[in-house]
């Protein structure tokens, strides 16, 4: 990313780990998210108040020198962002997100610059701690009140770092002569004083779990020094080698990550050492173009490091699950395609696995949650999946008599249950993982909404949602609800409908009344629009703008709605009965409706004319009522549609079905609903007789089959079941279900089988079993099924 001044700092969002501030040299701050990859907000510098700053402050800003950012950074909770300045002043923005960075204070801290600026909680309030050249520490409340001031260095304050051990709130300090003072939150003065290997500029951090302490600096004859201290006895524990040959071009900068490894920028590279190991463990040089002394920062949960370049950028590393996460793969050009969908139908047969001779160019959202997997070397990744085993582990499956996984018990499976999440008087009817994959957000039939976190400790490294781990219920500190409006709302006659912000920042939620938006945060609402009647029954956020949502009603219309300016764009009008479902595809640059009429509609995003509008096949006997469910696969092609009488894999680049699943043989229950697995490869299907089906995704073949006796006790006497599920956005094999007894469960394979069964066989290629319908097979050649 091209930031276009010097960077100075860089400080990842504590939760939302796609988020990333970064301060110039320029005076400016900018936020960026990383998914799709643009500026969310800037913010250039200026004196919000002139006349409330000191003579010196404005007698030094008619000399017109520029002013730089020294600091950015997070506090604890993401709801502000502090920043420092090289010359007096600190700035404080509230982050109510998800673009939003809104002035709340600005103060005159230090005379000289502010070289360093952190949160911290004395007395459990949240305040800032700044130092400057002025020799001093202060400690700010979030009014703008002075707490606290720490004088006793005889140098100019280079950097902070506030910390806690139990209940004991203190502070490190270092000045630019080395030396290094820790302090309490009383009027005693410094409780240490010991010296820095370099004795010049050096910056202290501690492990994520706060249990261990490092220190990097630099000596003025440019030597760098990385150790590990014992502090209380304020002696060096380790010091670690690997630094090259003296330089003059600054100080070193490092952070630490995930309680085990330590990162230093230094001679164009960057540098990572074990915490238990003073041998450099490896370098690199990101693919060049790193300033000698470059910044660095890591994200939260240890996936994503920023570095800085030397052409006033930065760049993204990320390790495996970080870009699992990002998605952070290379796509086609980003280029609409504006023709009617069936002209779509040759160009789009390459990416569904279908042979042509003409290219494909598709138009690919970077955020979207189901985008096409990368293309490497030309070969499409979805195409291999469909046309070779998926590794030799099935291969080697694929010669034993095959059988399917049947899960019984308890103990066949690993399995938490969401504490307070039982609530016989609200049955979980809408259930989400945050995108991050940190937490599950379940919204109840009587309108509330309950959010989980899972913390990240010995027992879960990764602080990931996990069967392994019983996460926390979180509230903030207000203890305010997430509660919609109910207002004069039947609600058992209410269609509650969810959806979350790209960035896990907001969600947008509605239960009959009005639709509310939530910081995800506070849980206090943003805004309310869209009054009934007609009542919101599904929500959607545009791929390419959080701030355009289509909203299905109950009278059958979809609202094209900007939230920003409060107004409804389009309507559109296709169905006879109310909105069940709505699937964008960039892609196709289409969206797709289905109704509670049965019937799907295709709508262009560009114009919002309808397409095409197809009525699903339901069996012989079966009205065309009920619940109707869409969700495209990862290739933005095939599309799941679910129904209580089917699954079915639709074509939607000529909106043909080529494939469906009707209950039969072991499972007769009508389904309540499905979802595919974050990779696309498998289906998650929930039956009203507690079943839980695990499907092949490109077969529509069953392969596990859960039954309610894993996860119900015995002692329940009331029918329960799974209204819906939900699967874990990095996680294939980890699915999360609420029930209707209010309770929200979360199940993944035992360790030692790592997935739910086998592959179901395939006969000269064509399934086995009654996977396909025959009006569907009648729609293909033979040809195309044996492919």
């Not at 949650?369 to 582990?393: F, W, Y």
């Not at 219920?473 to 409006?485: E, F, R, Y």
């Not at 595919?676 to 490869?681: D, M, R």
Request: hydrophobic letters at 35%.
């Amino acid at each position: 990313m091209h930031q276009g001044s010097n960077i100075m700092s860089m400080d990842f969002h504590p939760s939302h780990y796609a988020l990333l501030l970064v301060g110039s040299a320029n005076g400016e701050i900018t936020l960026w998210d990383l998914i799709v990859r643009q500026r969310l907000a800037s913010k250039p510098f200026k004196v919000w108040d002139m006349q409330s700053c000191s003579l010196q402050f404005q007698a030094s800003m008619v000399k017109d020198t520029p002013i730089a950012v020294t600091r950015v950074a997070w506090s604890p909770d993401g709801n502000f962002v502090g920043v420092a300045f090289s010359k007096h002043l600190v700035h404080l923005y509230s982050f109510p997100g998800p673009n939003e960075l809104r002035q709340h204070l600005e103060l005159d801290a230090h005379a000289g610059g502010v070289n360093d600026l952190a949160f911290a909680h004395p007395n459990k309030q949240l305040c800032l701690v700044t130092c400057g050249d002025d020799k001093l520490i202060k400690v700010w409340d979030l009014t703008g009140k002075k707490v606290f001031n720490f004088e006793g260095h005889e140098a100019p304050v280079y950097s902070i770092c506030p910390h806690h051990k139990e209940n004991i709130q203190f502070i490190f300090s270092t000045d630019i002569d080395g030396k290094i003072k820790a302090w309490l939150y009383d009027n005693m003065g410094s409780r240490v004083d010991y010296d820095a290997p370099g004795r010049w500029c050096t910056t202290m951090l501690y492990s994520a779990d706060g249990s261990r302490l490092f220190s990097c600096g630099t000596s003025k004859e440019g030597e760098s020094f990385l150790v590990e201290w014992n502090e209380s006895e304020g002696a060096i524990r380790r010091r670690y080698s690997g630094f090259g040959k003296k330089s003059v071009a600054g100080v070193a900068q490092f952070d630490t990550t995930q309680n085990h490894f330590l990162a230093v920028g230094e001679d164009s590279r960057i540098k990572f050492w074990d915490m238990d190991d003073t041998s450099m463990l490896t370098s690199i040089e990101a693919d060049g173009g790193l300033p000698a002394v470059p910044r660095l920062r890591f994200s939260k949960d240890g996936k994503l490091l920023a570095v800085t370049t030397a052409d006033n950028g930065f760049k993204i590393l990320a390790n495996n699950a970080g870009l699992r996460s990002l998605r952070a793969v290379e796509n086609p050009p980003f280029e609409a395609l504006r023709s009617p969908i069936e002209s779509t139908a040759v160009k789009a047969s390459v990416a569904s696995g279908v042979p042509s001779v003409s290219p494909v160019n598709l138009k690919v959202e970077r955020s979207s949650p189901a985008r096409p997997s990368p293309i490497l070397n030309g070969v499409d990744a979805m195409n291999r999946s469909l046309e070779k085993p998926r590794g030799a582990e099935d291969a080697i499956e694929k010669s034993k008599p095959w059988r399917l996984t049947e899960i019984l018990e308890p103990n066949d499976c690993r399995l938490v249950s969401l504490p307070d999440s039982t609530d016989s008087s609200s049955k979980v009817v809408r259930l989400l993982y945050t995108n991050s994959g940190v937490g599950i957000l379940a919204l109840g039939s009587n309108g509330i909404q309950k959010l989980w976190k899972w913390a990240r400790n010995e027992q879960n490294p990764t602080g990931k949602a996990t069967a392994s781990a019983v996460p926390q219920h979180w509230q903030p500190n207000s203890g305010l609800l997430m509660t919609n409006d109910v207002s004069g709302v039947n609600l058992e006659e209410a269609f509650p409908c969810i959806a979350l912000s790209k960035n896990d920042s907001y969600v947008m939620s509605a239960a009959g009344g009005k639709v509310s938006l939530f910081n995800m945060m506070t849980f206090k609402v943003m805004t309310t629009f869209m009054s009934p009647p007609p009542a919101s029954t599904f929500l959607a956020f545009h791929p390419q703008d959080n701030n355009i949502i289509a909203i299905g009603m109950e009278d059958s219309t979809i609202h094209i709605y900007n939230v920003r300016v409060d107004e409804v764009k389009s309507k559109l009008k296709g169905h006879q009965k109310r909105i069940t479902g709505l699937a964008f595809s960039t892609s196709l640059n289409v969206l797709v409706s289905s109704g509670a009429d049965a019937h799907l509609c295709i709508w262009s995003i560009d114009s919002w004319e309808k397409r095409k509008s197809v009525a699903i096949q339901v069996p012989p006997g079966k009205t065309q009522t009920g619940e109707t469910r869409v969700q495209f696969h990862s290739d933005q092609i095939r599309l799941l549609v679910v129904h209580e009488t089917q699954l079915a894999i639709y074509d939607v680049s000529k909106m043909e079905c080529i494939r469906q699943w009707k209950p039969h043989d072991g499972i007769q229950a009508p389904l309540s609903y499905a979802t595919y697995s974050c990779n696309s490869q498998l289906i998650y299907a929930t039956f009203c007789d507690g079943s839980i089906g695990v499907f092949d995704a490109d077969t529509l073949r069953l392969r596990c089959r859960i039954a309610p006796s894993t996860y119900l006790p015995q002692s329940v006497s009331q029918p329960v079941y799974p209204l819906v599920v939900a699967s874990h956005p990095q996680e294939p094999n980890q699915v999360a279900i609420g029930l209707t007894d209010g309770t929200v469960r979360v199940l993944e394979p035992v360790e030692s089988e790592g997935k739910w069964g086998s592959s179901p066989p395939v006969d000269n290629g064509i399934m086995n079993g009654r996977t396909t319908s025959s009006s569907t097979t009648s729609n293909h050649t033979p040809d195309q099924l044996q492919r």
